[in-house]
Protein backbone atom coordinates (compact mmCIF):
# COMPACT_ATOMS: atom_id res chain seq x y z
CA UNK A 1 0.00 0.00 0.00
CA UNK A 2 0.73 3.35 -1.06
CA UNK A 3 1.77 5.71 2.10
CA UNK A 4 -1.05 7.54 1.16
CA UNK A 5 -3.24 5.04 1.49
CA UNK A 6 -1.54 3.84 5.17
CA UNK A 7 -2.11 7.27 6.50
CA UNK A 8 -5.77 7.74 5.63
CA UNK A 9 -5.96 3.97 7.55
CA UNK A 10 -4.26 5.20 10.72
CA UNK A 11 -6.34 7.94 10.65
CA UNK A 12 -9.79 6.06 10.73
CA UNK A 13 -8.30 3.77 12.78
CA UNK A 14 -7.01 6.35 15.47
CA UNK A 15 -10.28 8.11 14.69
CA UNK A 16 -12.78 4.86 15.62
CA UNK A 17 -10.49 3.81 19.07
CA UNK A 18 -10.84 7.85 20.03
CA UNK A 19 -14.03 8.00 19.77
CA UNK A 20 -14.67 4.35 21.98
CA UNK A 21 -11.99 5.77 24.47
CA UNK A 22 -13.90 8.49 24.71
CA UNK A 23 -17.51 7.07 24.83
CA UNK A 24 -16.34 5.59 28.51
CA UNK A 25 -17.31 7.32 31.56
CA UNK A 26 -17.44 7.31 35.15
CA UNK A 27 -20.10 8.38 37.22
CA UNK A 28 -21.47 10.27 33.97
CA UNK A 29 -17.93 12.20 33.56
CA UNK A 30 -15.81 11.17 30.26
CA UNK A 31 -13.00 13.12 28.11
CA UNK A 32 -15.10 12.53 25.12
CA UNK A 33 -13.51 13.73 21.27
CA UNK A 34 -10.34 14.22 23.23
CA UNK A 35 -10.22 10.68 23.36
CA UNK A 36 -8.93 10.94 19.88
CA UNK A 37 -6.13 12.72 20.78
CA UNK A 38 -4.88 10.20 23.00
CA UNK A 39 -5.47 7.17 20.52
CA UNK A 40 -3.83 9.56 17.95
CA UNK A 41 -0.62 9.73 20.56
CA UNK A 42 -0.61 6.12 21.19
CA UNK A 43 -0.63 5.46 17.36
CA UNK A 44 1.99 7.81 16.67
CA UNK A 45 4.35 6.37 19.60
CA UNK A 46 4.17 2.81 18.17
CA UNK A 47 4.14 3.60 14.49
CA UNK A 48 8.14 4.45 13.94
CA UNK A 49 8.90 1.25 16.22
CA UNK A 50 7.07 -0.92 13.81
CA UNK A 51 9.13 0.99 10.59
CA UNK A 52 5.56 2.38 9.21
CA UNK A 53 5.98 5.57 7.62
CA UNK A 54 2.98 7.67 6.76
CA UNK A 55 3.05 10.57 4.27
CA UNK A 56 3.50 13.90 6.20
CA UNK A 57 2.15 16.49 3.44
CA UNK A 58 -1.21 13.89 3.78
CA UNK A 59 -1.22 14.32 7.19
CA UNK A 60 -0.66 17.86 7.04
CA UNK A 61 -3.11 18.24 4.84
CA UNK A 62 -6.08 16.65 6.66
CA UNK A 63 -5.17 18.29 10.00
CA UNK A 64 -5.61 21.45 8.45
CA UNK A 65 -8.56 20.87 6.54
CA UNK A 66 -9.98 19.55 9.78
CA UNK A 67 -9.56 22.56 11.82
CA UNK A 68 -10.84 24.84 8.95
CA UNK A 69 -13.98 22.60 8.87
CA UNK A 70 -13.99 22.70 13.06
CA UNK A 71 -13.65 25.91 12.98
CA UNK A 72 -16.06 27.56 10.72
CA UNK A 73 -18.36 25.35 11.58
CA UNK A 74 -18.26 25.80 15.59
CA UNK A 75 -18.34 30.05 14.32
CA UNK A 76 -21.83 29.42 12.46
CA UNK A 77 -23.08 26.90 15.38
CA UNK A 78 -22.28 29.86 17.64
CA UNK A 79 -22.80 32.95 15.92
CA UNK A 80 -26.52 33.70 16.34
CA UNK A 81 -26.57 33.95 19.83
CA UNK A 82 -23.24 35.66 20.03
CA UNK A 83 -24.48 39.39 20.40
CA UNK A 84 -27.31 38.24 22.84
CA UNK A 85 -25.43 36.33 25.07
CA UNK A 86 -24.06 40.34 26.15
CA UNK A 87 -27.46 41.15 27.65
CA UNK A 88 -29.02 40.94 30.97
CA UNK A 89 -26.89 38.68 33.28
CA UNK A 90 -25.06 37.85 29.94
CA UNK A 91 -22.87 40.46 30.32
CA UNK A 92 -21.59 40.08 33.98
CA UNK A 93 -21.80 36.38 33.44
CA UNK A 94 -19.46 37.16 30.04
CA UNK A 95 -17.09 39.74 31.93
CA UNK A 96 -16.46 36.69 34.65
CA UNK A 97 -15.04 34.01 31.66
CA UNK A 98 -13.45 36.91 30.10
CA UNK A 99 -11.50 37.47 33.75
CA UNK A 100 -10.50 33.94 33.30
CA UNK A 101 -9.26 33.76 30.14
CA UNK A 102 -7.31 36.77 31.25
CA UNK A 103 -5.81 35.73 34.52
CA UNK A 104 -5.11 31.86 32.79
CA UNK A 105 -3.14 34.00 30.22
CA UNK A 106 -1.64 35.95 32.14
CA UNK A 107 -0.41 33.30 34.86
CA UNK A 108 0.47 31.45 31.07
CA UNK A 109 3.07 34.46 30.12
CA UNK A 110 4.43 34.26 33.87
CA UNK A 111 5.28 31.03 33.76
CA UNK A 112 7.15 30.99 30.75
CA UNK A 113 9.19 33.69 31.72
CA UNK A 114 10.57 31.54 34.54
CA UNK A 115 12.67 29.40 31.70
CA UNK A 116 11.48 26.28 32.35
CA UNK A 117 9.65 25.54 28.96
CA UNK A 118 9.54 26.93 25.46
CA UNK A 119 6.97 28.81 23.42
CA UNK A 120 5.42 26.33 21.97
CA UNK A 121 5.20 24.09 24.79
CA UNK A 122 3.81 27.48 26.80
CA UNK A 123 0.86 27.68 23.86
CA UNK A 124 0.05 23.87 24.40
CA UNK A 125 -0.38 23.79 28.28
CA UNK A 126 -2.79 26.82 27.85
CA UNK A 127 -4.52 25.43 25.33
CA UNK A 128 -4.62 22.07 27.43
CA UNK A 129 -5.02 23.93 30.67
CA UNK A 130 -8.33 25.07 29.64
CA UNK A 131 -9.29 22.30 27.59
CA UNK A 132 -9.99 24.36 24.56
CA UNK A 133 -8.86 22.57 20.68
CA UNK A 134 -9.69 25.53 18.89
CA UNK A 135 -6.81 27.26 21.05
CA UNK A 136 -4.64 24.90 20.06
CA UNK A 137 -5.25 24.86 16.84
CA UNK A 138 -4.81 28.57 16.91
CA UNK A 139 -1.83 28.45 18.77
CA UNK A 140 -0.21 26.00 16.34
CA UNK A 141 -1.03 28.47 13.14
CA UNK A 142 0.42 31.39 14.88
CA UNK A 143 3.51 29.53 15.90
CA UNK A 144 3.71 28.48 11.29
CA UNK A 145 3.48 31.91 11.02
CA UNK A 146 6.51 33.16 13.21
CA UNK A 147 8.68 30.59 11.43
CA UNK A 148 8.39 27.46 13.75
CA UNK A 149 9.41 24.11 13.00
CA UNK A 150 6.82 21.26 12.13
CA UNK A 151 8.74 19.32 15.05
CA UNK A 152 8.69 22.53 17.15
CA UNK A 153 5.07 22.87 17.02
CA UNK A 154 4.15 19.49 17.62
CA UNK A 155 5.25 20.02 21.29
CA UNK A 156 2.24 22.04 21.62
CA UNK A 157 -0.01 19.30 21.32
CA UNK A 158 2.17 17.12 23.71
CA UNK A 159 1.93 19.39 26.68
CA UNK A 160 -1.83 19.86 25.22
CA UNK A 161 -2.37 16.28 26.16
CA UNK A 162 -0.32 16.29 29.36
CA UNK A 163 -2.52 19.17 30.93
CA UNK A 164 -6.39 18.33 29.23
CA UNK A 165 -7.16 15.07 31.61
CA UNK A 166 -5.69 16.69 34.81
CA UNK A 167 -7.93 20.06 34.43
CA UNK A 168 -11.18 18.31 34.13
CA UNK A 169 -10.43 17.05 37.75
CA UNK A 170 -9.35 20.08 39.03
CA UNK A 171 -11.68 21.94 37.82
CA UNK A 172 -14.45 19.68 39.75
CA UNK A 173 -12.24 20.02 42.97
CA UNK A 174 -12.46 23.62 42.71
CA UNK A 175 -16.59 23.29 42.46
CA UNK A 176 -16.51 21.31 45.74
CA UNK A 177 -14.20 23.87 47.18
CA UNK A 178 -16.53 26.71 46.47
CA UNK A 179 -19.90 24.89 48.00
CA UNK A 180 -17.99 23.65 50.71
CA UNK A 181 -16.69 27.21 51.96
CA UNK A 182 -19.50 28.89 51.02
CA UNK A 183 -21.94 26.28 52.40
CA UNK A 184 -24.16 26.17 49.57
CA UNK A 185 -27.21 24.43 49.90
CA UNK A 186 -28.07 23.22 46.29
CA UNK A 187 -31.85 23.09 46.87
CA UNK A 188 -31.97 26.89 47.99
CA UNK A 189 -30.17 27.66 44.77
CA UNK A 190 -32.29 26.12 42.88
CA UNK A 191 -35.34 27.95 44.48
CA UNK A 192 -33.91 31.14 43.85
CA UNK A 193 -32.50 30.73 40.81
CA UNK A 194 -36.33 29.35 39.70
CA UNK A 195 -37.96 32.63 40.92
CA UNK A 196 -35.42 34.91 39.39
CA UNK A 197 -35.91 33.23 36.33
CA UNK A 198 -39.49 33.64 36.63
CA UNK A 199 -39.61 37.36 37.42
CA UNK A 200 -37.07 38.19 34.34
CA UNK A 201 -37.82 35.64 31.20
CA UNK A 202 -37.20 37.26 28.41
CA UNK A 203 -40.19 34.60 26.37
CA UNK A 204 -43.35 36.14 25.53
CA UNK A 205 -46.20 35.24 27.56
CA UNK A 206 -49.95 35.73 27.74
CA UNK A 207 -51.67 38.03 29.88
CA UNK A 208 -55.46 37.65 29.86
CA UNK A 209 -56.39 41.69 30.65
CA UNK A 210 -60.10 43.42 30.74
CA UNK A 211 -59.94 47.23 29.67
CA UNK A 212 -61.52 48.54 32.77
CA UNK A 213 -60.03 51.90 32.07
CA UNK A 214 -62.09 54.73 30.49
CA UNK A 215 -59.23 57.00 29.04
CA UNK A 216 -58.62 53.80 26.72
CA UNK A 217 -62.00 53.67 25.38
CA UNK A 218 -62.25 54.30 21.99
CA UNK A 219 -58.68 54.03 21.24
CA UNK A 220 -57.60 51.98 17.96
CA UNK A 221 -54.61 49.04 19.30
CA UNK A 222 -52.00 50.43 17.10
CA UNK A 223 -52.14 53.55 19.10
CA UNK A 224 -52.05 51.85 22.32
CA UNK A 225 -49.14 49.51 20.85
CA UNK A 226 -47.12 52.87 20.50
CA UNK A 227 -47.80 53.52 23.41
CA UNK A 228 -45.48 50.53 24.47
CA UNK A 229 -43.06 50.78 21.97
CA UNK A 230 -44.78 47.30 20.50
CA UNK A 231 -43.16 45.55 23.05
CA UNK A 232 -46.42 43.26 23.29
CA UNK A 233 -48.87 42.17 20.69
CA UNK A 234 -52.58 41.52 20.97
CA UNK A 235 -53.81 38.35 19.98
CA UNK A 236 -57.52 37.67 20.57
CA UNK A 237 -60.35 39.95 21.94
CA UNK A 238 -63.35 39.44 23.26
CA UNK A 239 -66.29 41.86 22.86
CA UNK A 240 -69.54 40.45 24.34
CA UNK A 241 -69.79 37.01 22.92
CA UNK A 242 -67.98 37.09 19.96
CA UNK A 243 -64.30 35.98 19.38
CA UNK A 244 -62.43 38.35 17.65
CA UNK A 245 -58.82 38.51 15.91
CA UNK A 246 -58.01 42.28 16.29
CA UNK A 247 -55.64 44.75 13.92
CA UNK A 248 -54.31 48.04 14.69
CA UNK A 249 -57.40 49.90 13.84
CA UNK A 250 -59.55 47.95 15.79
CA UNK A 251 -60.61 50.44 18.66
CA UNK A 252 -61.07 49.52 22.63
CA UNK A 253 -64.04 49.47 24.37
CA UNK A 254 -64.73 49.73 28.12
CA UNK A 255 -65.21 45.92 29.14
CA UNK A 256 -63.05 44.19 26.12
CA UNK A 257 -61.64 41.15 27.30
CA UNK A 258 -57.78 40.87 25.19
CA UNK A 259 -55.08 38.52 25.10
CA UNK A 260 -51.74 40.11 25.18
CA UNK A 261 -48.34 38.60 24.43
CA UNK A 262 -45.32 40.32 25.73
CA UNK A 263 -42.66 39.01 28.13
CA UNK A 264 -43.29 38.74 31.90
CA UNK A 265 -41.18 42.41 32.59
CA UNK A 266 -44.03 43.92 30.84
CA UNK A 267 -46.61 42.15 33.58
CA UNK A 268 -46.20 45.46 36.33
CA UNK A 269 -46.89 47.97 33.56
CA UNK A 270 -49.80 46.12 31.93
CA UNK A 271 -51.45 45.57 35.53
CA UNK A 272 -51.37 49.73 35.69
CA UNK A 273 -53.32 50.17 32.93
CA UNK A 274 -55.90 47.39 33.10
CA UNK A 275 -57.62 44.35 34.70
CA UNK A 276 -55.30 41.18 34.77
CA UNK A 277 -57.78 38.18 34.66
CA UNK A 278 -55.75 35.53 36.00
CA UNK A 279 -58.51 32.86 36.19
CA UNK A 280 -59.26 33.34 32.35
CA UNK A 281 -57.79 31.45 29.87
CA UNK A 282 -58.64 33.52 26.47
CA UNK A 283 -56.42 31.06 23.99
CA UNK A 284 -58.30 28.15 24.95
CA UNK A 285 -61.50 29.62 25.13
CA UNK A 286 -61.30 30.96 21.29
CA UNK A 287 -59.77 27.98 19.97
CA UNK A 288 -62.83 26.26 18.30
CA UNK A 289 -63.23 29.65 16.04
CA UNK A 290 -59.78 31.08 16.30
CA UNK A 291 -56.34 29.11 15.63
CA UNK A 292 -52.56 29.84 16.50
CA UNK A 293 -50.62 28.78 13.10
CA UNK A 294 -46.80 28.56 13.68
CA UNK A 295 -45.39 29.79 9.74
CA UNK A 296 -41.52 29.29 9.01
CA UNK A 297 -39.83 32.02 7.24
CA UNK A 298 -38.24 29.80 4.16
CA UNK A 299 -38.27 32.28 1.44
CA UNK A 300 -35.29 33.72 0.14
CA UNK A 301 -36.93 37.03 -1.21
CA UNK A 302 -38.35 37.95 2.36
CA UNK A 303 -35.66 37.34 4.41
CA UNK A 304 -34.54 40.33 5.46
CA UNK A 305 -38.10 42.12 5.26
CA UNK A 306 -39.65 43.55 8.41
CA UNK A 307 -42.68 43.00 9.34
CA UNK A 308 -44.41 45.84 8.52
CA UNK A 309 -44.74 44.88 5.24
CA UNK A 310 -46.65 41.84 5.81
CA UNK A 311 -48.55 44.12 9.02
CA UNK A 312 -49.61 47.12 7.16
CA UNK A 313 -53.32 45.81 5.68
CA UNK A 314 -55.56 46.95 7.69
CA UNK A 315 -58.15 44.59 5.80
CA UNK A 316 -56.24 41.41 7.43
CA UNK A 317 -58.03 38.99 9.72
CA UNK A 318 -55.16 38.13 11.44
CA UNK A 319 -52.37 38.73 13.92
CA UNK A 320 -48.95 37.88 14.54
CA UNK A 321 -48.82 37.67 18.21
CA UNK A 322 -44.28 36.37 18.58
CA UNK A 323 -41.42 35.63 16.24
CA UNK A 324 -39.71 32.52 17.44
CA UNK A 325 -35.80 32.67 16.52
CA UNK A 326 -33.07 30.33 17.95
CA UNK A 327 -35.57 29.48 20.67
CA UNK A 328 -36.27 32.94 21.91
CA UNK A 329 -39.48 34.08 21.39
CA UNK A 330 -39.40 38.45 20.36
CA UNK A 331 -41.79 41.15 20.13
CA UNK A 332 -43.86 41.56 16.44
CA UNK A 333 -42.40 45.19 16.27
CA UNK A 334 -42.84 46.61 12.88
CA UNK A 335 -38.98 46.95 12.11
CA UNK A 336 -38.66 43.63 13.26
CA UNK A 337 -36.61 42.34 10.45
CA UNK A 338 -37.36 38.81 9.25
CA UNK A 339 -34.64 35.65 8.98
CA UNK A 340 -34.08 32.40 7.31
CA UNK A 341 -35.80 29.75 9.05
CA UNK A 342 -37.60 32.41 12.01
CA UNK A 343 -41.06 31.16 13.06
CA UNK A 344 -43.79 33.49 13.14
CA UNK A 345 -46.71 32.61 15.34
CA UNK A 346 -49.84 33.78 13.51
CA UNK A 347 -53.39 33.69 15.29
CA UNK A 348 -56.61 33.55 12.66
CA UNK A 349 -58.90 31.37 11.23
CA UNK A 350 -57.41 28.97 8.93
CA UNK A 351 -58.39 30.13 5.95
CA UNK A 352 -57.34 33.57 6.77
CA UNK A 353 -53.73 32.48 7.56
CA UNK A 354 -53.03 30.52 4.24
CA UNK A 355 -51.94 33.76 2.42
CA UNK A 356 -49.11 34.33 4.92
CA UNK A 357 -48.27 30.88 4.41
CA UNK A 358 -47.94 31.30 1.21
CA UNK A 359 -45.68 34.55 1.40
CA UNK A 360 -43.74 33.24 3.94
CA UNK A 361 -42.86 29.78 2.46
CA UNK A 362 -43.67 27.34 5.73
CA UNK A 363 -41.68 24.74 3.89
CA UNK A 364 -39.55 22.25 6.66
CA UNK A 365 -37.98 20.68 3.85
CA UNK A 366 -36.01 23.73 2.33
CA UNK A 367 -34.97 24.14 6.69
CA UNK A 368 -33.68 20.73 5.86
CA UNK A 369 -31.64 21.37 2.61
CA UNK A 370 -28.26 22.09 2.65
CA UNK A 371 -27.08 25.16 0.91
CA UNK A 372 -23.29 23.54 -0.35
CA UNK A 373 -22.67 27.31 -2.45
CA UNK A 374 -23.55 29.52 0.34
CA UNK A 375 -21.32 27.19 3.06
CA UNK A 376 -18.16 27.33 0.60
CA UNK A 377 -18.32 30.84 -0.73
CA UNK A 378 -18.24 31.73 3.58
CA UNK A 379 -15.48 29.22 4.45
CA UNK A 380 -13.45 30.75 1.07
CA UNK A 381 -13.92 34.61 2.86
CA UNK A 382 -12.78 33.19 5.69
CA UNK A 383 -9.60 31.62 4.36
CA UNK A 384 -9.18 34.61 2.33
CA UNK A 385 -9.23 36.89 5.49
CA UNK A 386 -7.13 34.91 6.80
CA UNK A 387 -3.91 35.31 4.68
CA UNK A 388 -4.31 38.90 5.03
CA UNK A 389 -1.31 40.38 6.72
CA UNK A 390 -1.20 43.32 9.64
CA UNK A 391 1.66 44.45 11.54
CA UNK A 392 2.00 44.28 15.20
CA UNK A 393 3.85 46.54 17.15
CA UNK A 394 7.21 44.84 18.45
CA UNK A 395 7.13 42.09 15.70
CA UNK A 396 9.13 42.27 12.52
CA UNK A 397 7.16 40.02 10.47
CA UNK A 398 3.23 40.86 9.72
CA UNK A 399 1.04 38.33 11.13
CA UNK A 400 -1.81 36.62 9.53
CA UNK A 401 -5.05 35.47 11.42
CA UNK A 402 -4.65 32.10 9.42
CA UNK A 403 -7.38 29.30 8.63
CA UNK A 404 -8.06 29.49 12.90
CA UNK A 405 -9.12 33.41 13.33
CA UNK A 406 -10.18 34.45 9.66
CA UNK A 407 -13.06 31.29 9.22
CA UNK A 408 -13.93 32.10 12.98
CA UNK A 409 -14.79 35.64 12.30
CA UNK A 410 -16.31 35.65 9.10
CA UNK A 411 -18.66 32.52 10.47
CA UNK A 412 -19.69 34.54 13.39
CA UNK A 413 -20.24 37.63 11.47
CA UNK A 414 -22.21 35.32 8.81
CA UNK A 415 -24.41 33.12 10.60
CA UNK A 416 -25.11 36.59 13.03
CA UNK A 417 -26.44 38.27 10.13
CA UNK A 418 -28.00 35.35 8.24
CA UNK A 419 -27.87 36.35 4.98
CA UNK A 420 -26.19 38.21 2.09
CA UNK A 421 -28.94 39.79 -0.20
CA UNK A 422 -30.12 36.52 -1.43
CA UNK A 423 -27.57 34.09 -0.16
CA UNK A 424 -28.71 32.38 2.90
CA UNK A 425 -26.39 31.47 5.12
CA UNK A 426 -28.46 28.95 6.85
CA UNK A 427 -26.96 25.58 7.77
CA UNK A 428 -29.21 22.89 9.33
CA UNK A 429 -27.99 21.97 12.81
CA UNK A 430 -27.46 18.54 12.19
CA UNK A 431 -25.58 19.22 9.08
CA UNK A 432 -23.55 21.61 11.03
CA UNK A 433 -22.59 19.68 13.88
CA UNK A 434 -21.99 16.91 11.26
CA UNK A 435 -18.99 18.83 9.87
CA UNK A 436 -17.89 20.40 12.89
CA UNK A 437 -17.67 16.82 14.84
CA UNK A 438 -15.82 15.55 11.41
CA UNK A 439 -13.40 18.51 11.15
CA UNK A 440 -12.28 17.83 15.17
CA UNK A 441 -11.91 14.62 14.90
CA UNK A 442 -9.74 15.07 11.72
CA UNK A 443 -7.72 17.57 13.49
CA UNK A 444 -7.36 15.69 16.90
CA UNK A 445 -6.35 12.25 15.07
CA UNK A 446 -3.49 14.14 13.00
CA UNK A 447 -2.22 16.21 15.79
CA UNK A 448 -2.34 12.89 17.91
CA UNK A 449 -0.30 10.80 15.11
CA UNK A 450 2.24 13.85 14.44
CA UNK A 451 2.79 14.30 18.00
CA UNK A 452 3.27 10.81 19.54
CA UNK A 453 6.66 9.81 19.22
CA UNK A 454 7.83 11.76 22.22
CA UNK A 455 5.02 11.84 24.27
CA UNK A 456 5.11 8.43 26.67
CA UNK A 457 8.98 9.67 27.25
CA UNK A 458 7.95 13.02 28.75
CA UNK A 459 5.11 11.99 30.87
CA UNK A 460 7.45 9.48 32.66
CA UNK A 461 10.07 12.42 33.16
CA UNK A 462 10.33 15.02 35.87
CA UNK A 463 9.26 17.68 32.98
CA UNK A 464 6.07 15.77 32.59
CA UNK A 465 5.34 16.28 36.13
CA UNK A 466 6.26 20.09 35.72
CA UNK A 467 4.04 20.69 33.16
CA UNK A 468 1.46 18.82 34.60
CA UNK A 469 1.68 20.98 37.90
CA UNK A 470 1.79 24.18 35.75
CA UNK A 471 -1.17 23.14 33.74
CA UNK A 472 -3.26 22.93 37.04
CA UNK A 473 -2.23 26.21 38.40
CA UNK A 474 -3.45 27.79 34.80
CA UNK A 475 -6.71 25.93 35.54
CA UNK A 476 -7.21 26.04 38.95
CA UNK A 477 -6.02 30.12 40.15
CA UNK A 478 -7.92 31.75 37.84
CA UNK A 479 -11.65 29.63 38.89
CA UNK A 480 -10.45 29.90 42.48
CA UNK A 481 -10.00 34.11 42.47
CA UNK A 482 -13.08 34.60 40.19
CA UNK A 483 -15.18 32.41 41.94
CA UNK A 484 -14.74 33.28 45.46
CA UNK A 485 -15.05 37.18 44.31
CA UNK A 486 -18.30 36.28 42.38
CA UNK A 487 -19.81 34.28 44.76
CA UNK A 488 -18.81 36.75 48.41
CA UNK A 489 -19.25 39.82 46.43
CA UNK A 490 -21.71 39.61 43.65
CA UNK A 491 -23.91 37.05 45.33
CA UNK A 492 -23.69 34.78 41.76
CA UNK A 493 -26.12 31.85 42.13
CA UNK A 494 -23.61 29.18 42.72
CA UNK A 495 -25.08 27.19 39.92
CA UNK A 496 -25.14 30.01 37.73
CA UNK A 497 -21.55 30.84 38.46
CA UNK A 498 -20.15 26.71 37.97
CA UNK A 499 -21.56 26.66 34.96
CA UNK A 500 -20.04 30.08 33.68
CA UNK A 501 -16.62 28.93 35.40
CA UNK A 502 -17.22 25.69 32.94
CA UNK A 503 -17.90 27.57 29.98
CA UNK A 504 -14.76 29.49 30.47
CA UNK A 505 -12.87 26.51 30.54
CA UNK A 506 -14.95 24.89 27.53
CA UNK A 507 -15.11 21.92 30.06
CA UNK A 508 -18.54 20.12 29.25
CA UNK A 509 -17.24 17.76 32.25
CA UNK A 510 -17.26 20.14 34.69
CA UNK A 511 -20.58 21.12 33.05
CA UNK A 512 -22.02 17.56 33.77
CA UNK A 513 -20.88 17.61 37.11
CA UNK A 514 -23.22 20.63 37.77
CA UNK A 515 -25.95 19.09 36.09
CA UNK A 516 -26.20 16.29 38.64
CA UNK A 517 -26.66 17.80 41.74
CA UNK A 518 -29.55 19.62 40.53
CA UNK A 519 -32.13 19.68 37.66
CA UNK A 520 -31.94 23.12 37.22
CA UNK A 521 -30.70 24.46 33.44
CA UNK A 522 -28.93 27.36 35.57
CA UNK A 523 -25.66 26.02 34.38
CA UNK A 524 -26.37 24.89 31.02
CA UNK A 525 -27.49 28.60 30.68
CA UNK A 526 -24.10 30.20 31.84
CA UNK A 527 -22.21 27.49 30.10
CA UNK A 528 -24.21 28.27 27.02
CA UNK A 529 -24.01 32.09 27.17
CA UNK A 530 -20.41 32.47 28.11
CA UNK A 531 -18.69 29.82 25.43
CA UNK A 532 -19.45 32.10 22.25
CA UNK A 533 -17.20 34.82 23.87
CA UNK A 534 -15.06 32.57 25.19
CA UNK A 535 -14.80 30.57 22.09
CA UNK A 536 -13.00 34.01 20.16
CA UNK A 537 -10.94 35.16 23.65
CA UNK A 538 -9.18 31.96 23.96
CA UNK A 539 -8.14 31.48 20.38
CA UNK A 540 -7.41 35.40 20.40
CA UNK A 541 -5.78 35.47 23.40
CA UNK A 542 -3.45 31.70 22.31
CA UNK A 543 -2.04 34.08 19.33
CA UNK A 544 -1.36 37.30 21.09
CA UNK A 545 0.66 34.73 23.34
CA UNK A 546 2.21 33.44 20.47
CA UNK A 547 3.14 36.63 19.26
CA UNK A 548 4.24 38.72 22.29
CA UNK A 549 6.55 36.04 23.90
CA UNK A 550 8.54 35.20 20.45
Excluded at 25 to 41: C, E, N, P
Aim: include cysteine.
Amino acid sequence: MSPTVVTIICLCLASFVGLCLGSLKIKGIGIGVAGVLFAGLIMGHFLPRMNIVLDGNVLAFLKEFGLVLFIYGLGLAVGPNIFSALKRDGAAMNATAAVVVLIGAGLTALLYKTGLMNLPQALGLYAGAVTNTPALGAGQQILSELGFKAEQINETSVTYALSYPFTIIAGIIVFIILKAVFRVNITNEVAAYEYRKAEENPHMEGFNVVVNNPNFNGIPIGHFLKMIHYSMAVSRMKRGDEYLVPNESTTLQVGDILLLFGPRSFFSTISMLFQVDQNRNLEKESEHQIQSTSVIVSKTSKVGKPLKNIMGNSRRHWVISRVIRNGISHSPTPDFKLAFGDKVICVGKGVDVLPLVRYLGNSREALRATRFVPFFIGLLIGILIGQIPFNVPGVSAPIRLGTSGGPLITALLLSYRGSLGRIVFYTPSVVLHAFKDFGLILFLAAVGIASGAGFFDLIASAQGAMFIGFGILISVIPMLIVGFYMRARKKMNYLTLCGTLSGSMSNTSMLTFILNMSNADASTLGYSCVYPITLFLRILTAQMLGIWLS
